[in-house]
């Protein structure tokens, strides 16, 4: 099994500037990874798929970079609705998995 | 517009068996995979398993092999996910979700089904 590791646990940002979340995979999975938001109470959202492409009506401050083993999601002016738990998912192997999250918190 | 809408929230005593369900509308439903991600209380989220409702392939990640079932009807667009005796550890959310790009990663999501499992 690909093991998902995310870092840093817990993220503290002020609105308005960048936030870098980071995802290792145990192994290579080229580009084969996607990126999650989830506020309390909702269910996950798609940010990023295939590494770097933004899915449908994400704003254009997400992006993501990386490939291999080491990607980063970068929000480039955090805005008040930002503030959420953040998941990276490999799609490389079989099972599929997730990190353990990026919770970002307001500073 | 593509909706998944689950079952409501259950209660349960551990043994008790449950069947959740997660009815697809606005896609081909026979012709995507559908996901069953579980989420502790205040936790991560788990890839618990795949179905293609075309012809009911599943595929289940290693810890949920045996202890759920995943199935599907086609004929009414919905998703299932059962188990023939619960736990108290069984206490989560479940997701069903649309797969994007094959069996690959998660583009659509249902709103969830609270389980709690209490004796």
């Known amino acids: 099994e690909i093991v998902m590791t995310q870092f840093p646990a817990t993220l503290f940002v002020s609105p308005g500037e960048r936030a870098a979340l980071s995802c290792r995979a145990s192994?290579?999975?080229?580009?084969?990874l996607a990126w999650y938001q989830q506020k309390p109470g909702q269910a996950p959202r798609l940010l990023i798929y295939g590494a770097s492409t933004r899915a449908a009506d994400i704003p254009a401050r997400f992006s993501g970079s990386g490939s291999g083993t080491e990607f980063t999601l970068s929000i480039s002016s955090l805005q008040s609705e930002d503030f959420a738990v953040y998941y990276c998912q490999q799609y490389n192997d079989w099972p599929r998995t997730f990190g353990q999250g990026t919770k970002v918190g307001i500073k | 517009e593509v909706q998944l809408v689950q079952s409501g929230a259950e209660v349960k005593k551990p043994g008790e068996s449950l069947k959740i369900s997660c009815k697809g509308s606005?896609?081909?439903?026979?012709?995507?995979?559908i996901a069953w991600v579980r989420q502790m209380p205040g936790k991560g989220l788990e890839w618990m398993g795949i179905?293609?409702?075309?012809?009911?392939?599943?595929r289940y990640s290693p810890p949920f092999q045996g202890q759920v079932t995943i199935s599907a009807d086609k004929s009414i667009s919905t998703a299932y996910l059962q188990w023939s005796s619960l736990w108290a550890s069984d206490t989560a959310i479940y997701y069903c979700a649309t797969l994007g790009s094959g069996a690959a990663y998660i583009d659509y999501w249902g709103q969830g089904t609270l389980v709690t499992v209490s004796s």
């Open positions: 179905i293609y409702p075309g012809d009911s392939h599943t």
């Open positions: 606005g896609y081909r439903f026979s012709n995507y995979w």
């Open positions: 192994q290579s999975i080229t580009s084969n």
